[in-house]
């Protein structure tokens, strides 16, 4: 599975993409946001993150799949 980044968790992760194994087994929004969170602990400080799966907004209990096209969609701030 590919997770596409933007905004802030781009620069928490250093990458633009991330791409999670395959033995990792995540089933649900909830699982991913776990493993992202202890992979890359900075994500916690974040007020928000929403998840976007196939190109709709994503709820913890949402199911994923390996062909899930994954985004993650932080905070934004504007003036």
């Known amino acids: 599975m590919e997770i596409l980044l933007f905004g802030i968790t781009r620069e928490i992760t250093g990458r633009q993409k991330l791409t999670v194994p395959e033995a990792e087994q995540l089933h649900t929004v909830a699982d991913l946001k776990h493993w992202l969170t202890n992979q890359y602990p900075a994500l916690k400080q974040l007020s928000s993150l929403a998840?976007?799966?196939?190109?709709?907004?994503?709820?913890?209990?949402?199911?994923?799949?390996?062909?899930?096209?994954?985004?993650?969609?932080?905070?934004?701030s504007g003036g």
């Open 51 to 76: 998840v976007a799966v196939d190109s709709e907004y994503a709820e913890n209990e949402d199911l994923l799949t390996v062909d899930s096209e994954v985004a993650l969609i932080p905070p934004v």
